[in-house]
């Protein structure tokens, strides 16, 4: 079976300030792991996803996210947060093959940024 | 582009009506699924489908149901709605053969049930 943890339900940053958001998983396969990022009243967007390349991934909007087998975690992170990124973002794992079954979302982490 | 399309935005419905989530999509996916979102709980899977005419449960299925007649659309069905499934509910699909690997998602059909 899969699961996925988001340590925090929300995050609050200052604008022009390192962003974090934390995700641990559980797996008994070699997962795939994605960021989901929905604005509000928006469609759910991928932000990146893990597929068993290379483990630091970079994605769009000047996010990444470091997979740590050992940690069992696939953190979020970004240098310099923007008022647009505001935001709810899901860490989510493939039930299996890749996606096939399909994907088990963590609970979400609301993003606040402060002017 | 995928185009993931969902048949309403909105719904309003009462307790113990049939309804029927409309859901197409544009890139011959073999591999099409139903979530619901819920604050606080995120998605969760409700049902699956292979291929036409196939489905599997997901976490949730009690108190849905699935067709697939043809590959392109897959529709989700409550069989007597209740209260306790109002929510957003969102259409995905997925290509099996390539290593792209990602879900497409709908715009998401947010339901009320009264």
């Known amino acids: 079976a899969q699961s996925v943890t988001q340590l925090d339900s929300h ?9 974090l958001l934390r ?16 604005h509000p009243n ?6 990146l996803k893990y597929t068993s390349a290379a483990t630091l991934v970079k994605g769009i909007n000047g ?3 470091e997979f740590k087998k ?10 310099s947060a923007h008022m647009s990124d505001a935001a709810e973002y899901f860490c989510v794992v493939s039930r299996a093959g890749g996606g096939a079954d399909g994907l088990t979302f963590g609970k979400g982490t609301h993003l606040i940024i402060q002017p | 582009d995928v185009k993931v399309t969902q048949s309403s935005r909105y719904l309003v419905k009462r307790t113990g009506e049939k309804v029927f989530l ?6 011959d996916h073999e591999n099409m699924f139903w979530y619901r979102q819920d604050p606080g709980l995120g998605l ?44 957003m509910y969102l259409c995905a699909s997925w290509e099996a053969r390539s290593s792209y690997n990602e879900q497409f998602f709908g715009p998401g059909t947010r339901l009320t049930v009264l």
């Open chain 1, 11 to 19: 995050v609050s940053v200052s604008e022009g300030t390192p962003v």
């Open chain 1, 23 to 38: 995700c641990n998983y559980s797996s008994s396969y070699s997962p795939s792991l994605f960021w989901y990022v929905q």
């Open chain 1, 42 to 47: 928006k469609g759910l967007q991928l932000l």
């Open chain 2, 44 to 87: 969760r899977l409700i049902y699956f489908s292979y291929d036409v005419k196939m489905k599997e449960k997901g976490d949730i299925p009690e108190g849905y149901s699935v067709s697939r007649e043809k590959k392109e659309r897959f529709s989700l069905i409550l069989e007597s709605a209740s209260t306790n499934q109002t929510s």
């Open chain 1, 63 to 65: 996010f990444e996210a």
């Open chain 1, 70 to 79: 050992s940690e069992t975690s696939f953190h979020l992170t970004k240098p």
């Open chain 2, 22 to 27: 409309e859901c197409v999509q544009d890139m």
